[in-house]
């Protein structure tokens, strides 16, 4: 069974900084993608980062040039440093894997469980 385990959330105050970190476990061929989304209380979830196998990186407008996506493929591990935080960033944080069990299927979608950041002003 795959598991996407989060860590890393917290309070923090505005303009501080956050790390989260996403271990991918459990037995699989290749991860193809991984990302962090986020949502806030009555809001749609959303794509915050995303980066692939190739280390390709997406990041949403309102990210840019404050957060970053990086991984260690020996780990199995995505990060997203988060830096000039604002309140705005307050919600919960989902890790999410494509990832390729077996070569007969197509690639299945895996969430973390999340994790809360919560900024205050």
């Known amino acids: 069974q795959v598991q996407l385990v989060e860590s890393g959330g917290g309070l923090v105050q505005a303009g501080g900084s956050l790390r989260l970190s996403c271990a991918a476990s459990g037995w699989f061929l290749k991860i193809n993608t991984m990302g962090w989304y986020r949502q806030a209380p009555g809001k749609q979830r959303e794509l915050v980062a995303g980066i692939t196998s190739g280390g390709t990186t997406n990041y949403a407008d309102s990210v840019k040039g404050r957060f970053t996506i990086s991984k260690d493929n020996a780990k199995k591990t995505v990060y997203l440093q988060m830096n000039s935080l604002k309140s705005e960033d307050t919600a919960v944080y989902y890790c999410?894997?494509?990832?390729?069990?077996?070569?007969?299927?197509?690639?299945?979608?895996?969430w973390g469980q999340g994790t809360q950041v919560t900024v205050s002003s």
């Open positions: 999410n894997a494509e990832i390729l069990r077996t070569y007969l299927g197509a690639p299945d979608d895996y």
